[in-house]
């Protein structure tokens, strides 16, 4: 006879922020829910992600309410400030056509840049803390809904039964494939290169985007003299780059960067990764929900990925939390279909904004050029829409979960 | 809801497979949201928060708590599948299902035996529980009163159930033309959503029905509001329109 584990309520598979921090809302609007996070890598090595994420202002108001800004803001930098240009290489001068003053409310700017590791610490440690069970290294090999419970297979050997399986297992997600759901996705002859770099002259929390032939090129600002780079290429391009040696690669760079802040030099590892859309076709079925990159992977031009994944959070938190009010079965169909309903339409909406930006920006031909910039000046003359546009960076617009708003549960 | 039904075994019968693989399937039917009962999954969440919020104010509890009915005796009549039943169980009450229907009562049995609910279905009626003499501390009547043959006679046995200090809830639907139009000719017909003949005209049930018969057997009113559904949002909810479907919430004075 093996030992009989304890049943759960919810299994989260994935220990990134999106599943961290869905552990942490549910546990701590409602304690008594039995909460386990499975992740294959060691407890200690999820926060080894060295690339560092904008964390817009209503997510920021979410990790607040979950007790754990306090301990991200110091490492955390502020946005103050936001400038679009479009550009040639070749251009000696960047017009500027576009500026933002990065606040939401007097005092709280649109976004902040966060390290992603030091994130994944703060809320592995608040989920332990809570009395969240995180299952380490291990990883969901099977699982088969019944019709009260889902039996979920683990690579150790290990079986649990939960409520609730939900997949926060990334843009490639195990879980999804598992469950059978596909997927929409569009591919780009793009990759995203992320790297991290230090400059000689402060960058007063200025975000700048240039529009580049190639695609968007973004310096977001890190604590110190450092910045996060999100730099789009061709794909063939971004690979030789990452793969060549650092002279060259410093030098295209410095190409793109620009002189402004001063010597620039490497201060991290560099990546490549290939840029697409990927939609799952359903976002839940019996005992499973989908949430974060494992429901949408969308193009980072906007910066929405992991804002995205945090409503997910918020939105199905407090779906959950409220059907167990009603002594209702979390795992049941019709109530996981509340979740569904609340986050497609929001996120398709994304991703086609997101889709419709980058092919209109990465463009190189003289009409797009000359209709997208009398666009960025119009909109530069018009503070109302500026500020719609910055309430919608910052995730304050349209029908928010509670805990986005900075609300409890 | 069959009419020709067999009282399956009192105590520690055989059991016959083919009837429990029967039993068994009825209640993935019962159970399933987009399945048959589909409008009754749809309707539960409305009904269960009118039930949470007016419970907990009532005796006192906390509305956010997830066992906020613990040790409250609560009695389901018409309980079918246990759409309701179980919710308030796993709220914390000690939960009665009656259903004239025993095969409803069988199959509510198999699925709360498969959520690890402790449940005490018993294949009975409200007249039968009120003439042994049982009391709860509240009472769910909900959907009901429109199915039965003698209305006032019913809910004089219901009426008898309640505790001094007590609740019924009792959801029905109003006889108007507003009613005959949107829950027959509409959800029957037009929408399908429930088989033709599920509700007839003259069995609907106003709000001056139940209040004499439950007034006259010592209940005090307390409460009622309209339930309506919002297309645009997928969901019923509460409103101030009784003229279709409606709860109305009683108490009986300590």
């Known amino acids: 006879m093996g030992i009989q584990m304890d049943e759960l309520d919810v299994l989260v598979g994935g220990g990134g922020y999106v599943g961290l921090s869905l552990a942490v809302a549910l546990k701590q609007a409602d304690p008594g829910l039995r909460v386990a996070v499975v992740d294959m890598r060691p407890r200690e090595a999820l926060s080894k992600d060295p690339r560092a994420s904008a964390v817009a202002a209503a997510a920021s108001r979410m990790l607040d309410r979950l007790g754990v800004w306090s301990k991200i803001a110091p490492h955390a930098q502020p946005m103050m400030e936001m400038i679009v240009t479009d550009s040639r290489l070749r251009d000696a001068v960047r017009p500027v056509f576009l500026t933002f003053d990065g606040e939401v409310e007097p005092g709280e700017p649109f976004a902040h840049m966060v390290p992603n590791g030091h994130m994944v610490a703060v809320l592995a440690d608040r989920a332990e803390e809570l009395g969240v069970e995180l299952i380490t290294p291990d990883a969901v090999s099977g699982f088969a809904s019944g019709p009260s419970d889902v039996e979920i297979r683990l690579a150790s050997g290990a079986v649990r039964k939960a409520k609730l399986l939900v997949a926060a297992d990334g843009v490639r997600s195990k879980l999804r494939d598992l469950a059978g759901i596909g997927t929409v996705r569009w591919e780009y002859d793009q990759s995203g290169i992320v790297t991290t770099v230090a400059h000689e002259r402060p960058h007063e929390g200025r975000a700048e985007e240039h529009f580049l032939p190639s695609g968007p090129f973004a310096i977001l600002p890190l604590t110190g003299n450092r910045s996060s780079l999100v730099w789009t290429e061709r794909r063939n391009d971004a690979e030789r780059l990452v793969k060549g040696d650092d002279f060259t690669f410093e030098l295209e760079l410095e190409r793109r960067f620009g002189h402004h802040l001063g010597k620039l030099s490497l201060d991290g590892p560099r990546y490549a990764f290939p840029l697409g859309l990927t939609l799952a076709r359903a976002f839940v079925q019996p005992r499973l929900a989908l949430a974060g990159d494992a429901a949408h992977g969308i193009h980072p031009i906007a910066g929405q990925g992991l804002n995205l994944g945090f409503k997910d959070v918020a939105a199905l938190a407090e779906v959950l939390v409220e059907a167990r009010r009603l002594g209702e079965d979390i795992g049941a169909l019709d109530v996981l279909e509340r979740y569904e309903r609340w986050r497609r339409f929001d996120t398709f909406r994304m991703g086609v904004v997101t889709d419709v930006l980058n092919r209109l920006f990465s463009n190189d031909m003289d009409v797009v050029r000359a209709v997208r910039d009398v666009g960025l000046g119009l909109v530069d003359r018009m503070p109302s829409l500026k500020r719609f546009f910055i309430r919608q960076a910052a995730g304050l617009e349209g029908p928010s979960p509670r805990l986005l708003t900075g609300e409890a549960i | ?254």
């Not at chain 2, 000690?94 to 402790?118: M, W």
């Open chain 2, 1 to 254: 809801m069959s009419a020709a039904e067999t009282v399956a075994g009192g105590s520690g019968t055989t059991v016959d497979d083919a009837e429990v693989a029967r039993f068994s399937a009825m209640a993935a039917e019962w159970w399933n949201p987009a399945g048959k009962f589909r409008p009754l999954h749809k309707f539960n969440p409305v009904r269960l928060a009118y039930i949470k919020r007016q419970v907990s104010a009532h005796f006192g509890r906390d509305e956010k708590a997830p066992d906020a009915f613990a040790g409250l005796r609560l009695l389901d009549i018409g309980c079918g599948g246990g759409l309701l039943s179980e919710p308030m169980a796993r709220l914390g009450a000690h939960v009665t299902g009656a259903d004239a229907s025993s095969t409803n009562i069988e199959v509510a049995k198999i699925h709360a035996a498969s959520s690890d609910l402790a449940i005490d279905y018993r294949a009975t009626t409200a007249e039968a529980l009120a003439a042994a003499g049982e009391q709860f501390d509240v009472v769910l009547n909900m959907e009901v009163v429109e199915h039965v043959a003698d209305v006032p006679l019913y809910l004089e046995a219901c009426a008898q159930l309640v505790k001094p200090g007590g609740l019924m809830f009792v959801a029905t639907i109003n006889r108007t033309l507003k009613a005959y139009a949107l829950a027959i000719v509409g959800a029957e017909v037009v929408l399908r959503w429930l088989p033709r003949g599920t509700h007839t005209y003259e069995k609907l049930v106003r709000p001056q029905e139940l209040l004499e018969p439950l007034t006259a057997a010592g209940l005090r009113e307390m409460e009622r509001c309209g339930v309506s559904f919002d297309p645009l949002r997928d969901r019923w909810q509460e409103t101030s329109d009784t003229d279709v479907n409606y709860m109305m919430l009683f108490s009986r004075p300590t």
